[in-house]
């Protein structure tokens, strides 16, 4: 079945400073991925939609400009949280589509702490 | 109003009972139904995946959907301890290429 590596599992940075976060499909072509946040105990909220070749679409109210989404590849595209605080601290994850008849596939999750 | 309602839970079953999950929808535009299962700390796991109205069963998992009632099931048959985790049902409208989750269920398997 398809697959959609996430990396890394967890990282820890300093305010001020820059993370990125990778999102792969192993097995299959992406033309659209997806970045979810979320929050313990709620429900995945869609931050943007990464499109390969063109520019992201942002959610209303997902600053743009935080957080920059590169989708270079059919198989690649990569989350920057810029100029990160401590709010931004939150748990990250990509999804992919194999096919229209298929459901989404997700990443494992990153687990964002700003220190 | 949200477009798509769940239970929260939690929901408490003894080791072997069935797990019954559902969510109601506002809108008929929506067309593909999933069931994800998520643990603590990690991203969503694709159970099922629907179309049409009816049943579907995959082992141990039955989902069904009435388009009608705008109502959508998962029924855990013999559940185990591991089927402890979040469980949320997330719908597609035909033309759209963008999930809109359930809030999630939360579900405890008592052994």
């Known amino acids: 079945g398809a697959v959609v590596s996430q990396h890394p599992s967890w990282v820890i940075c300093k305010s001020g400073t820059s993370v990125k976060i990778e999102c792969r499909s192993l097995?299959?072509?992406?033309?659209?991925m997806f970045w979810y946040r979320q929050f313990p105990k709620q429900s995945l909220m869609l931050m943007a939609t990464?499109?390969?070749?063109?520019?992201?679409?942002?959610e209303q109210g997902v600053e743009k400009d935080k957080f920059l989404i590169n989708h270079a590849s059919l198989t690649l595209s990569t989350l920057t949280v810029t100029s990160a605080h401590p709010e931004d601290s939150s748990f990250y994850i990509c999804s992919a589509r194999e096919a229209k008849n298929y459901g989404y596939t997700f990443g494992s999750g990153t687990r964002l702490t700003v220190v | 109003q949200k477009e798509v309602e769940q239970d929260p839970g939690p929901l408490s079953v003894p080791e072997g009972a069935i797990v019954s999950l559902n969510c109601t929808y506002s809108n008929s535009a929506f067309q593909y139904f999933m069931w994800y299962r998520q643990y603590s700390r990690k991203g969503p796991e694709l159970l099922m995946y629907?179309?049409?109205?009816g049943n579907k069963e995959d082992g141990r998992f039955t989902a069904q959907v009435d388009k009608s009632s705008k109502y959508i099931s998962l029924f855990i048959r013999d559940s185990q301890p591991s089927d402890s985790a979040t469980y949320l049902c997330?719908?597609?409208?035909?033309?759209?290429?963008?999930?809109?989750f359930g809030g999630g269920t939360r579900v405890l398997v008592k052994p």
């Open positions: 097995d299959f072509q992406a033309t659209t």
């Open positions: 629907t179309y049409s109205s």
């Open positions: 997330a719908m597609i409208k035909a033309a759209g290429n963008k999930l809109t």
């Open positions: 990464s499109n390969e070749g063109s520019k992201a679409t942002y």
